[in-house]
């Protein structure tokens, strides 16, 4: 039936040679449909209005030396219903849920058999993705779907928004107690509801404590601060924290935390307000600690201005990073994993696009990604950069694309919920969706739900003071302390490939990469010159481990994060372990470099606590 036409098509399969199809009656009073109609015929009639209607046929088996001669005959008939325009329930399908922070999807089913899930690590809670799909004329693209989550502890209460896709965070702080929980959905296509039911099993405790332990942590995931995110032509700022946990909820505040709240979130998520003109603001991120009982056991503040001008001024001049931010330079297009090619810029993972010709871009080359969180498409900078301490900026222009194959747009439907993701990193090997705090940061996650499908253009502001990795660089010149890294850039959805392969997959143009103020890119300290610290944080009694014994020209030097020296001494000669002791220096992160002949031979960092 084509609800749409109010329309009926009658299909006739495969018939023995000595049977047939007599007449079709359609059972609205127009005349009948005589045959003999032949097998495989495929008839389309239409009725007059909205009404249940009984089809009739007689199919009857003849003699096939004479086919006036019937010896069997049968009357069927089917009863259809034609239907005003409307909008109806079609099903939950590609369900998974996993932890938030990407492990194993386990799939689910509506009424299916309940489903164990192994505890998260601390912090984290579950995702739970799927499809949900109406059908019908009269259907909006989008939907809601309602949920609860009924456990030992009560019940948690949402809504969500599916596309066909939908996304629910299930937070650490919902599961209380270990026990069996019922997460019932509820789909709403028109007036008609739909309903499914999945039954967990969680057996874990405490993964929202509020030990001494905990509250350090959390102090310094507070203290570790947000991006900043701003957009072309428009006073809009978006702001994401960088080290929060799920068991921590944010308020916003303008100026002082005795005016009203801008927004609310939680955990790493982006909030993003449009300010009402340019100015200088002081952004105010107050964070909760919610533990398991639902009781905020501490609060943390961070507190930063900020300026809003309205206006992005594009002016990339210069810096290691900045050599070819249009990749015009040496641009072969193509898949830069099969030939397609550009200067500075490598594929470290899937298949980025290089494309030429591309309107609203500044040359014309742009660089596609995709990705989900099964596979994603990684571009890195192909040299590592000596990256200065504290504050900078990277600016660029993006375009989110529509769902579908990789190069070309099938689905046509924009998901909402993807996440553009840039990426410091050191060493050769970088796993996306994976950053461990030794060698990896997180500048900025964009929040495509802020945007539309055409071009626009963003400022990141970032702070690599929180950053303590471990290969560390000097910056020519000043021989100033940076950090050594490369980046990279890819795009995520909440889904993986099994809801839907392509389908399931963000995918987005980038252009115009541009650091400011960055400097040429030096070799890194040998690693056989390299040194560690231990303990490291320490309270200014720490040992320094040389990769070789000292010599007599050898000394220590303590340095700034603004490059002053703050202590010297010579190094005891003969040995690899060297004593320190700088109490009196107040609490922060310093640099530690050694110094042979006037070169530097190692290089490293700490945190005096």
């Not at 109806?88 to 990407?102: D, E, H, P």
């Not at 984290?124 to 009269?138: A, D, Y």
Request: aromatic share 10%.
């Amino acid at each position: 039936m084509d609800q749409s036409v109010d329309s009926v098509r009658l299909n006739v399969g495969s018939l023995l040679a000595c049977n047939r199809v007599t007449y079709i009656d359609w059972g609205d009073g127009t005349p009948i449909t005589s045959g003999p109609i032949d097998a495989n015929t495929r008839l389309t009639h239409s009725y007059p209005d909205n009404n249940v209607y009984e089809i009739q046929y007689l199919i009857q088996e003849f003699i096939t030396e004479d086919s006036s001669q019937v010896c069997f005959e049968k009357l069927f008939s089917e009863t259809v219903q034609i239907l005003p325009d409307s909008c109806f329930c079609n099903a939950f399908s590609s369900m998974f849920i996993r932890s938030s922070q990407g492990a194993m999807s386990i799939p689910v089913s509506c009424g299916g058999a309940p489903v164990t899930l192994a505890c998260p690590p601390a912090g984290t809670g579950f995702s739970f993705t799927g499809l949900f799909e109406c059908i019908g004329m009269t259907c909006q693209d989008t939907s809601t779907i309602s949920w609860r989550l009924t456990g030992p502890q009560g019940s948690e209460v949402g809504l969500a928004a599916t596309n066909p896709y939908f996304s629910i965070d299930l937070l650490p702080r919902y599961f209380t107690f270990p026990g069996v929980y019922t997460l019932s959905i509820s789909g709403f296509c028109g007036n008609e509801i739909c309903d499914c039911e999945i039954q967990l099993i969680v057996e874990c405790q405490d993964l929202c404590a509020c030990t001494t332990q905990d509250i350090e942590a959390f102090e310094a995931a507070v203290d570790a601060g947000f991006t900043q995110t701003i957009f072309n032509n428009s006073c809009k700022a978006c702001f994401t924290p960088i080290a929060l946990t799920d068991c921590e909820t944010v308020t916003w505040y303008i100026n002082d935390t005795m005016s009203t709240p801008i927004g609310y979130t939680i955990g790493n998520q982006s909030f993003c307000y449009s300010f009402p003109s340019p100015d200088d603001y002081s952004i105010i991120m107050q964070v909760d600690r919610v533990e398991s009982m639902l009781q905020t056991c501490t609060t943390f503040s961070y507190e930063r201005r900020i300026e809003t001008t309205c206006v992005i001024a594009f002016a990339c001049t210069g810096g290691a990073l900045n050599l070819n931010p249009s990749f015009q330079e040496g641009a072969i297009s193509g898949d830069m994993s099969n030939g397609g090619s550009t200067d500075h810029w490598i594929a470290i993972s899937g298949s980025p696009h290089l494309l030429d010709g591309i309107p609203g871009s500044t040359d014309g080359w742009t660089i596609q990604l995709t990705g989900n969180l099964s596979e994603a498409d990684v571009l890195a900078s192909a040299d590592p950069i000596c990256f200065p301490l504290g504050r900078g900026k990277v600016t660029g222009k993006s375009k989110v694309g529509h769902s579908g194959d990789p190069h070309e747009n099938l689905n046509g439907k924009h998901m909402k919920d993807w996440e553009g993701k840039l990426v410091l990193f050191q060493g050769d090997d970088f796993e996306f969706g994976n950053c461990p705090a030794n060698s990896c940061y997180e500048i900025a996650s964009i929040d495509f739900s802020q945007v539309d499908t055409g071009w626009f253009e963003f400022q990141i502001e970032y702070d690599l003071d929180q950053w303590v990795g471990a290969a560390t660089c000097l910056q020519p010149g000043s021989e100033a302390p940076g950090i050594e890294a490369r980046l990279a850039i890819y795009v995520t959805s909440p889904y993986t490939s099994d809801q839907g392969g392509v389908a399931s997959q963000a995918k987005i143009q980038v252009d115009d990469i541009c650091f400011s103020e960055l400097l040429v890119s030096v070799p890194s300290i040998e690693q056989n010159n390299s040194l560690h610290i231990f303990p490291n944080p320490n309270n200014g009694e720490f040992t320094l481990e040389l990769s070789e014994l000292t010599s007599q020209d050898m000394s220590i030097s303590v340095i700034s994060l603004t490059g002053q020296i703050l202590y010297e001494k010579k190094a005891e000669v003969g040995t690899n372990l060297q004593r320190m002791e700088i109490k009196h220096l107040s609490k922060g992160m310093y640099f530690i470099q050694i110094l042979s002949e006037n070169s530097v031979v190692g290089m490293s960092r700490f945190v005096k606590q």
